[in-house]
């Protein structure tokens, strides 16, 4: 990977210290609840669950090889998460009583299997989410209009002359609000999402 | 400024503009961009678009907030890869927010309104349901129906509009959750709950009844609750599009995919057995039916018929019984088992008549419900109906229990309040005295007020602490005012007493004095002779009961030994004597009641949980009596510094964040069944490792004054980089 890179990934190989913790909670921290509670989990118990995951990440990194595939750190953290669920189900023994034990079973599996529906969900949640949390941290990084701009273009789907006539600011700056900004955002989301990856290609 | 490159190639400005070019190069073409017009017109033209580009538009749907508020994540990100349809992007009146839900009918947008700078929010129809000319004439049609009607139970739809081939229905802006999303996330819900979103459902019903329509299609999904506690009914006048639409989808692949999906009526839990026949017949007691279903479901946590295919469904809603709610739960009492099987009857003659039967069957079955022996039933009003009113003040003493942990030496908490705030206020101790008092004390005009102290003195083995109040009107200030309640007088502009108060064999002096003109009471003073010891403290409440609730403030306070002797105060020793003597005899007494009150609270917290940045201590829930004119407030205390966070009542939510803590809070109506998160922005690592967390949460009984409280604390039992583990210690009182 690039010398300068963002990347939290690297970020977290060379120094697991504090403040690439405190990345990879927020960035991971809103994803994980959502399927702990897809996956029954109550909220109450949901952030020890939110915090062994991460843990478990933080420990085990040095373990991840990337091994250049696009999308195999999401994938690993799905085998984390899987395996915390099964044992907290097990720990526990609180499974919810309207379901059966098979059912939760039956689903976890289905999360587990790189192929099935389930985990194309996972994929594309996991990517969806932790974009909206790189983009929360971006934003601190960038002028006030910058960000607007790029917003109002890249997430809103408008038009730069729109968005620079509606803005008051000249078509020049929309264009380079928009091109930085989302340099950033690859730059940071390389090696978590998939679309960010191998996107050097063409130079 | 460096000379305008060669312009780039338009591979590489699509490039560019995706930010997809190294970083080197990229800076390079920004130079370029900055100053040449023709190239920032070719990327316009390019809109280039790539997987990474599609992704950011999703993300950027997705709430901002998403550590936060955890409803959020589920109800409001549905999310899909579709866009904006560009129609409704571009539309000259409304400005589209974002997407915030999906349903059968197709996509709800938040949007607002140009022009008015309203928030509203779009339901944007599927085209399928408007290929015929009538199908849209139809939609136009009913949608002007519901746009007549106007309640606080039902969401207003305000129009019918059109957006190139779009058309959508525009309607009130709710924020909250609906009822299918909230038993998913809970479970089943408590039965004064559901009983009371159901009443109020009814209630809307009733009004559309009034109007001549009948909404059709009345399902968990459909019932909004907003963070007020009020259910809104949805989709008014739009669920008689669906059957019709089927029937004018000519074409197969249209009708193929309506049905297919389940598209239009979801599937049939909660429909009626004459509207599943033929949906021409469905009237106002079909929607009854459906009500009365969706009853069952909030109490059984599913609904009447959950297995099977729709067939199934469709014949056990016409010939079978549900699983009765008797064997699901143990605290539903018959009458309410009454009640469902009544609006669920087979045949519609069998039910109750009209939506407002229901809700007089609900309603005065909430009330003997929530009415304990011996209290009041005013107090029990359930909170749809009830504004909290000011209200007589009866005198109390109150033992506070347990410990009160620790506050800040010198040090107080003022808070300003609408129309009532402490302005300033000062402690002392010394020799044998220790008080509390507040000065400068501003009332508002007109409105009545009570002041009330506290002071506790944990000497000993046991700590005690006494409560003087007073209820006055403004008008009457000079005059007599609530003496008889409370056995204090004013006098002139001093309202005072001073008596010997036995408390536990020890002796305790007492004195208390209000100096006050028209509106303002300019110093209160409670002075309390003996000798206090480091756990001695105080507080001075300041209640102020408005025409929209009772707030209070207060000041604490600690007494190191080595103060200086406080302050002489006169007073008027006739009138002191008859309090004292009444708190005196009091006190063994409520003793008994106070924990009488407190025993059905219970509170259970989860653990502390540190997230990056903040501090998070999440969902506490207090499951208590029904809130009614009760007050709740929470206080986070880091490392004994009090801080008020924030009050509420089971009707209205307010926000009173100061310092560094932010409060997310919610009150159900019907029960006291709080959610609280509080944050803290950035601890510091290390000493948050010194740290300990003191979350008191305190109800305040409007009527009786009567406080209780429950304190938890949390020091960290490990702390490093990489874990946070806290210690919990829970101190009920």
């Known amino acids: 990977m690039n010398e300068t890179s963002l990347s939290l990934l690297d970020h977290l190989r060379r120094s697991p210290e504090s403040e690439s913790w405190d990345r990879l909670t927020k960035i991971y921290a809103p994803l994980i609840r959502v399927w702990l509670r897809k996956y029954d989990v109550q909220d109450s118990d949901a952030d020890d669950l939110v915090q062994e995951v991460l843990l478990a990440v ?66 594309r949640e996991h990517d969806r989410y932790v974009l909206r949390q790189l983009l929360a941290l971006a934003e601190p990084h960038f002028e006030p209009v910058t960000w607007k701009a790029f917003c109002r273009v890249a997430l809103e789907g408008l038009k730069p002359n729109v968005v620079a006539q509606d803005m008051g600011i000249s078509l020049n700056a929309v264009c380079l609000a928009k091109s930085r900004v989302t340099r950033r955002l690859r730059q940071e989301s390389e090696g978590l999402i998939e679309s960010s990856s191998g996107f050097f290609a063409k130079s | 400024m460096p000379k305008p490159t060669a312009h780039p190639s338009r591979e590489e400005l699509s490039a560019y503009s995706l930010g997809q070019l190294p970083e080197e190069r990229a800076v390079a073409i920004d130079t370029h961009i900055s100053q040449c017009e023709p190239c920032c017109e070719t990327i316009v033209e390019l809109s280039s678009e790539d997987t990474f580009a599609g992704l950011l538009q999703e993300a950027g749907r997705l709430p901002t907030d998403l550590t936060l508020d955890s409803d959020c994540l589920t109800a409001k990100s549905s999310l899909t890869s579709e866009h904006i349809p560009a129609p409704l992007a571009e539309h000259p009146r409304y400005e589209i927010v974002r997407l915030i839900g999906k349903g059968g009918m197709g996509d709800v947008y938040e949007a607002r309104h140009r022009m008015m700078e309203r928030t509203v929010a779009l339901k944007v129809i599927k085209q399928e349901l408007m290929r015929k000319p009538e199908a849209v004439d139809r939609f136009h049609r009913e949608v002007k129906a519901a746009a007549q009607l106007a309640h606080p139970n039902v969401v207003t739809a305000y129009d019918a509009e059109q957006a190139g081939d779009i058309h959508f229905m525009v309607m009130e802006f709710v924020a909250g959750v609906d009822l299918s999303q909230m038993v998913n996330d809970r479970g089943a819900l408590p039965v004064a709950d559901a009983c009371a979103y159901i009443c109020q459902a009814a209630i809307g019903l009733q009004h559309a009844h009034e109007r001549g329509m009948v909404h059709r299609d009345i399902k968990p999904h459909n019932l909004m609750v907003t963070s007020d506690g009020t259910v809104k009914i949805l989709d008014f006048g739009l669920a008689s599009l669906a059957p019709k639409a089927v029937a004018d989808a000519d074409t197969v692949e249209a009708r193929g995919d309506l049905t297919a999906a389940g598209a239009i009526m979801g599937t049939p839990d909660f429909i009626s057995p004459e509207q599943a026949n033929d949906a021409r017949k469905a009237d106002i007691r079909s929607d009854i039916y459906s009500l009365g279903a969706t009853l069952y479901f909030l109490l059984a946590g599913r609904p009447p018929f959950a297995e099977g295919s729709v067939t199934q469904k469709l014949k056990s809603h016409a010939q079978a019984e549900p699983k009765p709610l008797k064997s699901l739960r143990d605290d539903v009492p018959p009458e309410l088992v009454a009640i469902v099987a009544k609006m669920t009857a087979k045949a519609p003659e069998a039910r109750f008549q009209t939506p407002a039967a229901v809700a007089e069957a609900l309603e005065s079955l909430s009330q003997n419900l929530q009415s304990p022996p011996k209290k009041p039933a005013r107090r029990h009003v359930p909170s749809w109906k009830s504004h909290i009113r000011p209200r007589k003040v009866v005198a109390t003493l109150m033992l506070v229990l347990g410990v009160i942990a620790a506050v800040v030496a010198y040090k107080f908490y003022f808070s300003a309040t609408d129309g009532f705030s402490i302005v300033s206020g000062g402690a002392g101790s010394g020799g044998d005295g220790w008080y509390v008092s507040a000065g400068s004390t501003y009332l508002k005009q007109d409105e009545p007020g009570v002041l009330f102290g506290m002071c506790e003195n944990p000497e000993g083995e046991r700590s005690f602490s006494y409560v003087v109040l007073f209820r006055h009107e403004v008008e009457e200030l000079t005059g007599v005012s609530s003496a ?250």
Do not use: C
């Not at chain 1, 669920?85 to 689903?107: M, N, Y």
């Not at chain 2, 409060?663 to 069944?673: E, G, I, K, Y």
């Not at chain 2, 039992?717 to 009182?733: A, M, Y």
């Open chain 1, 58 to 123: 933080a420990t085990d990194l040095d373990k991840f090889e990337h091994a250049g595939q696009p999308g195999a750190f999401r994938g690993w953290l799905k085998a984390i998460l899987v395996n915390r669920l099964r044992k907290f189900w097990r720990s526990r023994d609180r499974r919810p009583q309207a379901r059966g034990d098979s059912e939760l079973d039956a689903r976890l599996a289905q999360l587990d299997d790189p192929a099935s529906e389930m985990s194309q969900i996972w994929n």
């Open chain 2, 484 to 733: 008889s309640n409370t056995g204090l007088q004013f006098d002139g502009e001093t309202a005072s007493i001073r008596d010997g108060l036995t408390i536990d064999g020890k002796d305790i002096e007492l004195d208390l004095e209000m100096q006050m003109d028209r509106h303002d009471i300019t110093s209160t003073e409670l002075v309390i002779n003996g000798k206090p010891t480091d756990a001695s403290q105080g507080r001075l409440f300041l209640v102020d009961l408005t025409s929209d609730g009772v707030t209070w403030n207060q000041v604490n306070v600690k007494f190191p030994q080595n103060l200086p002797a406080p302050e002489e105060v006169v007073g008027d020793t006739k009138l002191a004597s008859k309090v004292a003597r009444q708190i005196t005899e009091q006190v063994a007494n409520d003793n008994d009641q106070v924990r009488k009150f407190l025993a059905g609270v219970t509170v259970e917290t989860s653990d502390l949980a540190l997230t990056s940045e903040d501090l998070l201590v999440g969902e506490w829930v207090w499951i208590g009596p029904p809130p009614g004119s009760d007050r709740i407030r929470l206080t986070l205390a880091p490392n004994g510094t009090f801080d008020l966070v924030q009050w509420s009542t089971g009707q209205e939510i307010r926000m009173q964040a100061t310092g560094t803590y932010v409060t997310n809070f919610s009150v159900s109506p019907a029960q006291l069944d709080l959610d609280a998160t509080i944050t803290t922005p950035a601890p510091d690592r290390e000493k948050t490792a010194k740290q300990k967390f003191e979350l008191i949460v305190e109800l305040l009984d409007v009527d009786t004054l009567r406080m209780s409280s429950l304190e938890s604390e949390w020091r960290p039992k490990t702390f490093d980089k990489d874990s946070w583990i806290w210690h919990r210690q829970e101190n009920r009182t």
